[in-house]
């Protein structure tokens, strides 16, 4: 069982950054490739990143590319998604994810899920 906990969201002017947290829980972290899913208000849910085991390969959505970066620390149990040039339709809740291959979690289907931050982009 891995529990995700989710941190770093808020209130950003359009161009601004947020550096997005997720805290895991158990001693496999390391195991697991990591990412990150968004959900804005009327819209269904959509892949924006994940990474490696290792860290060493990351996948980003078209939509957040030379934009957001996401890394990982396997000794804190952590992942982070560095979010640069925001932009109100990048508003949205983010959720942390936790699955066993690349596939499944940017295809959608990660084991673990995260509760979300909110992440608000004004113009």
């Known amino acids: 069982q891995v529990q995700l906990v989710e941190s770093g969201g808020g209130l950003v002017q359009a161009g601004g950054s947020l550096r997005l947290s997720c805290a895991a829980s158990?001693?496999?972290?390391?195991?697991?490739?990591m990412g990150w899913f968004r959900q804005a208000p009327g819209k269904e849910r959509e892949f924006v990143a994940s990474?490696?085991?290792?860290?060493?390969?990351?996948y980003y959505a078209d939509f957040v590319k030379d934009r957001f970066t996401i890394s990982r620390d396997n000794a804190e149990n952590t992942v982070f998604l560095q979010m640069n040039s925001l932009k109100p339709e990048d508003t949205a809740v983010y959720f942390c994810?936790?699955?066993?291959?690349?596939?499944?979690?940017?295809?959608?289907?990660?084991?673990?899920w995260g509760q979300g931050t909110q992440v608000t982009v004004s113009s």
């Open positions: 990474i490696s085991t290792s860290g060493s390969s990351t």
């Open positions: 158990g001693r496999t972290f390391s195991s697991y490739v």
């Open positions: 994810v936790a699955g066993i291959t690349t596939r499944t979690v940017a295809g959608g289907r990660p084991d673990y």
